[in-house]
């Protein structure tokens, strides 16, 4: 059986670990040719030796403007074009609370979640234009992009930012054939994670059990998830299984930004 991206060719950020890194996996699986883009090159080398000459590594800091275009140009030089841009690389940022807040660290958290997921939207869809096709963009927000109060000041105006620039970007790029969606993912079983609250990935399911005593249950789904969670719903935004598709932030968080944590 042929994959569901057989043929297709996908930028991914943060592809050394994490949310990321089982994208990479899953999207070759599925038939995919991948640039896989980060900052950690050893992980990186690693994984470009797991997929053989199905996926290439790139040295990619999605703070610097130039460097994602060098990800969206590698894809076009390696497999000659590019059909869906993943901007997923993230990282917890500038911990200051609101009364803390300086305006480098707050510019500098922005750069990293928000700004990138724009810049790589724009040279995705630049891309897109010069090859005459369509194409599906999909940003990482968060639970965090949804309600205040997950994480720090500048991680949640970040995510804030992130669907306001899918939305908009939606708005401006689907007369052209190009969809733009973001995922918000819940508390995901990641090394992120884990540095985000302070517990060593190996104790995350006992963390998982505290939150949800701390809160009568955190979340109907009474499991931390998985990255292999947010590939999947990736898999159907960049696929042609959901062509009719822009705009949406979808939530994959176990309900936890639907239901009241207090409705036990
Ligand atoms: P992770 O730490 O496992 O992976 C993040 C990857 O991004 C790492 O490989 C890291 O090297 C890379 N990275 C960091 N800064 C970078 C930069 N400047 N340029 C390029 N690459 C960079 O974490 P993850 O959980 O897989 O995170 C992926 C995305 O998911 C992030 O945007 C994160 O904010 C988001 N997210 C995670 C959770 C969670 O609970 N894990 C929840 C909601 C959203």
Do not use: C
């Not at 009364?99 to 500098?108: I, Q, S, V």
């Not at 789904?221 to 299984?241: C, F, Q, T």
């Amino acid at each position: 059986m042929a994959g569901r991206l057989e043929g297709k060719v996908a930028v991914i950020t943060g592809a050394a670990s994490g949310i990321g890194r089982a994208t990479a996996d899953l999207f070759v699986a599925e038939g995919a040719r991948v640039i896989a883009a980060d900052i950690d090159d050893e992980r990186g080398a690693e994984l470009e030796g797991v997929h053989g000459d199905r996926l290439r590594y790139r040295h990619v800091d999605v703070t610097s403007e130039a460097a994602i275009a060098a990800a969206v140009d590698a894809a076009a030089a390696e497999y000659g074009r590019l059909d869906i841009m993943f901007n997923n690389a993230g990282a917890p940022g500038d911990p200051a609370p609101v009364l803390e807040l300086t305006a480098e660290g707050f510019d500098r958290t922005l750069a990293l979640l928000a700004r990138s997921a724009l810049l790589g939207t724009r040279f995705a869809a630049q891309q897109f234009q010069k090859q005459e096709s369509a194409g599906a963009i999909i940003n990482t927000a968060s639970s965090a992009g949804l309600q205040g109060g997950w994480s720090t000041a500048g991680y949640t105006i970040g995510k804030h930012a992130v669907i306001g620039a899918t939305r908009q970007s939606a708005a401006e790029l689907g007369p052209l054939g190009i969809r733009v969606n973001a995922i918000a993912p819940g508390i995901i079983r990641t090394p992120i994670m884990a540095r985000s609250f302070g517990v060593p990935l190996e104790r995350a399911e006992e963390f998982a059990e505290f939150l949800n005593a701390r809160h009568g249950r955190l979340q109907p789904i009474g499991r931390l998830g998985l990255p292999s969670d947010i590939a999947e719903a990736a898999l159907w935004l960049g696929s042609d299984a959901s062509t009719f598709v822009t705009g949406i932030v979808l939530p994959v968080d176990g309900g936890a930004t639907s239901v009241y944590a207090g409705a036990a």
